[in-house]
């Protein structure tokens, strides 16, 4: 099946830096990418969808200057966590869609292995 | 707006037994269904797709249903082992959007 990757894997830093995080289609090409965000003991929530080539498409509640979204090629996708604080300490998790034959049909998902953040 | 339950939250049960986990969707209209082992601290790791129009999948020990009309899944585990212990994650797919996931069911099997 198609691979994805995050780098890093895991990730502290002090209170008031900026975090990137990159997810990487390493044998496949993903026009989108969605990113989410999970809170100990909970689900899976999307925070936005990531676009080659245009805007990020943001869930309602997600701050759009905090979390930038940059999705410059068809196999790279970075969410940087700006002036990160103690409550954006999370899981992020990356997937892409498998387009199937015949148009994007969104079949199976492909998730990357997360990024542990951990804001001081 | 779709909204997955999961059903129990947690299950414990002794090695051996088989069991049964419940995943409902309020809206009928998906593309696909998925179901996710989720280890603590780990990411994903995909189990099982159900297209639409499909009624099941198998693989190995785990048989997962899919009654799209009735917007219900089940994820059947044979004969659980200790190495089963997970949190199982269903999701599903309504094209051209994100997965929306339940908030899973956390296993536990004993030895």
């Known amino acids: 099946g198609a691979v994805v990757s995050q780098h890093p894997s895991w990730v502290i830093c002090k209170s008031g830096t900026s975090v990137k995080i990159e997810c990487r289609s390493l044998d496949f090409q993903a026009t989108t990418m969605f990113w989410y965000r999970q809170f100990p003991k909970q689900s899976l929530m999307l925070m936005a969808t990531?676009?080659?080539?245009?805007?990020?498409?943001?869930e309602q509640g997600v701050e759009k200057d905090k979390f930038l979204i940059n999705h410059a090629s068809l196999t790279l996708s970075t969410l940087t966590v700006t002036s990160a604080h103690p409550e954006d300490s999370s899981f992020y998790i990356c997937?892409?869609?498998?387009?199937?034959?015949?148009?994007?049909?969104?079949?199976?998902?492909?998730f990357g292995p997360g990024t542990r953040l951990t804001v001081l | 707006k779709q909204e997955v339950t999961q059903i129990p939250a947690a299950l414990s049960v002794p090695e051996g037994e088989n069991l049964v986990l419940n995943c409902s969707f309020t809206?009928?209209?998906?593309?696909?269904l998925q179901w996710f082992r989720q280890d603590p601290g780990k990411g994903l790791t995909s189990l099982l797709l159900?297209?639409?129009?499909?009624r099941e999948q198998t693989s190995g020990r785990l048989n997962a249903s899919l009654d799209k009309s009735s917007g219900r899944s089940t994820l059947y585990i044979a004969a659980s082992q200790p190495g089963d212990s997970a949190t199982y994650l269903c999701a599903v797919n309504q094209a051209g959007t994100a997965l929306i996931f339940g908030k899973g069911t956390t296993l536990s099997v004993s030895s």
């Open positions: 159900i297209q639409s129009s499909q």
């Open positions: 990531s676009n080659e080539g245009s805007k990020a498409t943001y």
């Open positions: 809206d009928s209209a998906i593309y696909n």
């Open positions: 997937s892409a869609p498998d387009v199937g034959v015949g148009g994007p049909t969104y079949n199976e998902q492909f």
